[in-house]
């Protein structure tokens, strides 16, 4: 599913009076919530019932470059994470 479709199926959930622009709204308002919410203090999102969006930490390491072999510096990093929570794990 893309944005697209996202949208389009927000849009029929909000009933027929609603409008693909309150759609595409409400979706902005969900995902810029848990933006907010990974870059504040606990860097943490847990939506009961659905999962758990953090921050995870990346230590720096040597990897490889895959085309000439020779061995090179990552440097550490951060990135986004999500664990799905039991319940939605159970519907799959």
Not at 33 to 60: P, S, Y
């Amino acid at each position: 599913m893309n944005k697209a479709e996202l949208v389009e199926t927000i849009q029929k959930s909000l009933g027929k009076d609603a409008t693909k622009r309150a759609a595409e709204d409400a979706l902005a308002a969900v995902l810029g919530a848990i933006e907010k919410g990974i870059k504040g203090k606990d860097k943490k999102v847990q939506i009961i019932g659905f999962g758990t969006f953090e921050v995870k930490k990346r230590a720096a390491r040597q990897g490889r470059n895959p085309k000439t072999g020779e061995a090179m510096k990552i440097a550490a990093s951060k990135s986004v994470g999500f664990k799905a929570s039991s319940t939605l794990k159970a519907g799959l």
